[in-house]
T-cell receptor
Framework: ETGVTQSPTHLIKTRGQQVTLRCSSQ?????VSWYQQALGQGPQFIFQ???????GRGNFPPRFSGLQFPNYSSELNVNALELDDSALYLC????????????FGSGTRLTVV | KQEVTQIPAALSVPEGENLVLNCSFT??????LQWFRQDPGKGLTSLLL?????REQTSGRLNASLDKSSGRSTLYIAASQPGDSATYLC?????????FGTGTRLQVFP
């Protein structure tokens, strides 16, 4: 079975720009979540998508938005980038049931200058 | 509000030692608890998943226990090796999200 793949691996953007990060779910998983991990911190939940709809959101402003596609892949979009958005962005896929765990991708390192 | 704490924050040990990493959480209403490993600048690798109804899970040299009523989990690593050097994160599943601790940074030296 294929794991979770994320692209790109690294990205440098200028403050005020917009960015799109991409994620392909593990085969058989129908739910995708996004997490932000600042240096030295644990990952923080951004939001989750199930059946192409957002069904849970953490404490992040509306300029963080996402999409899930029929093949369960997903995008994270961030508008009006700020310096504090610099972080490792992690995508995780899972099944809707709590009986299975989450599988994470290798992440996208975003640097905002 | 669920909070997850991991102790110690960092640990440096000689090869061969048995280790215990601790994780505590404030709200016992969890679905499950998952331990992850993270190498520097990399993603998360799942190590063990313990359902709320279980007491422990084992995989090779790793054993994780869960005491939901007291809000604690431990990850036991037997016969540590330099390749075990990484940050270890625990996360509790609350409804549809994971809440993470800040991790324990482990260094095993030869």
């Amino acid at each position: 079975e294929t794991g979770v793949t994320q692209s790109p691996t690294h990205l440098i953007k200028t403050r005020g720009q917009q960015v799109t990060l991409r994620c392909s779910s593990q085969s058989g998983h129908n739910t995708v979540s996004w997490y932000q991990q600042a240096l030295g911190q644990g990952p923080q939940f951004i939001f989750q998508y199930y059946r192409e709809e957002e069904n849970g959101r953490g404490n992040f402003p509306p300029r963080f938005s996402g999409l899930q596609f029929p093949n369960y892949s997903s995008e994270l979009n961030v508008n009006a980038l700020e310096l504090d958005d610099s972080a490792l962005y992690l995508c995780a896929s899972s099944l809707r049931t709590a009986l299975t765990g989450y599988t994470f991708g290798s992440g996208t390192r975003l640097t905002v200058v | 509000k669920q909070e997850v704490t991991q102790i110690p924050a960092a640990l440096s040990v000689p090869e061969g030692e048995n280790l215990v990493l601790n994780c505590s959480f404030t709200d016992s209403a969890i679905y499950n608890l998952q331990w992850f490993r993270q190498d520097p600048g990399k993603g998360l690798t799942s190590l063990l998943l313990i359902q709320s109804s279980q007491r422990e899970q084992t995989s090779g040299r790793l054993n994780a226990s869960l005491d939901k009523s007291s809000g604690r989990s431990t990850l036991y690593i037997a016969a540590s090796q330099p390749g075990d050097s990484a940050t270890y994160l625990c996360a509790v599943r609350n409804t549809d999200k994971l809440i993470f601790g800040t991790g324990t940074r482990l260094q095993v030296f030869p």
